[in-house]
């Protein structure tokens, strides 16, 4: 680990560079992520680190040497000056620490089913930010997992990872699902769906009669959910509001319903 890239023209440097194009991350199978705590998250999580990547001025912080600490093989430790850092960050005021990392597909048939388990359903949202906060938000109430269909925020997108803290190790996250597909694991599974919307026969979220195991499927706030979810919900739920906005940020309205779930369960008899 003594060697330091001080130059942006390094082939390293220019490979980690390029996978802020989703393109580039898709053909190689890999991402990024920055900062003390989401790198330690991911360790504490047992993932492993192709490589992690070091500034010179991080080097110098407590926290990296307890990163170093976990790393089992020195070679997988890479040095850069702070200018190499800095051009290859897409954070404004970098920590100096990232790590480099496979993706891991996780396929629709690894999802355990039991009689209390939550699903999230993301259903063609675009928001970067929005989508990673759900994944936080699942991840704080016990969901058992999150599902993204086509069209969806890529969850490896700089944003995207920063807006989950973490939590996008926490618990399964799939991925470019069709609708179709994921209705029908739902149904082949004894799953019940709750579909979100604000249509007039929709349901106040805290007056339905949500059985588990339960799949809570969010769409977009442009269009609704896709009409293939919208038909296989087995009921309509929306978040009633008193004042005179037009509607929630779906962020705020997946927290209120995961919530909601995550009350009825812990009210339920022993």
């Not at 490979?15 to 991350?25: A, H, Q, T, V, W």
């Not at 919208?230 to 940020?249: C, F, H, T, Y």
């Not at 927290?255 to 779930?261: D, H, K, L, T, V």
């Amino acid at each position: 680990m003594d060697l330091i890239i001080t130059s942006r023209q390094n082939s390293l440097v220019k490979y980690i560079r390029s996978l802020r194009d989703k393109k580039i991350r898709e053909q190689e199978g890999r991402f990024l992520i920055e900062g003390f705590n989401f790198v330690s998250e991911a360790l504490a999580s047992g993932i492993v680190l192709e490589k992690l990547i070091i500034s010179e001025r991080a080097k110098k912080n407590l926290s990296t040497a307890e990163l170093i600490r976990h790393i089992g093989s020195p070679e997988s430790i890479v040095r850069v000056s702070d200018s190499v850092m800095e051009y290859m960050s897409e954070t404004e005021t970098p920590q100096g620490v990232m790590a480099l990392l496979k993706i891991a597909e996780v396929p629709l048939t690894s999802l355990q089913v039991q009689l209390t388990s939550v699903f999230i359903i993301l259903d063609g949202i675009q928001d970067p930010g929005n989508v990673g906060t759900v994944i936080r938000t699942a991840d704080a109430f016990g969901a058992a997992g999150v599902i993204l269909t086509k069209g969806c925020a890529d969850i490896y997108n700089a944003k995207t990872l920063r807006s989950t803290m973490g939590s996008v190790f926490h618990l399964p996250v799939l991925r470019d699902i069709a609708a179709a597909e994921v209705v029908q694991f739902l149904q082949s599974q004894g799953v019940n769906i709750a579909v979100t919307c604000l249509e007039p026969e929709a349901l106040p979220v805290e007056d339905s009669n949500i059985l588990f195991p339960l799949a809570l499927v969010f769409g977009s706030e442009a269009r609704g959910v896709s009409d293939e979810m919208r038909q296989a919900g087995d009921w309509l739920i929306k978040v009633p509001m008193a004042g005179r906005a037009e509607s929630l940020n779906v962020a705020v309205a997946a927290g209120i319903m995961i919530y909601e779930a995550s009350r009825r369960l812990r009210s339920k008899p022993k």
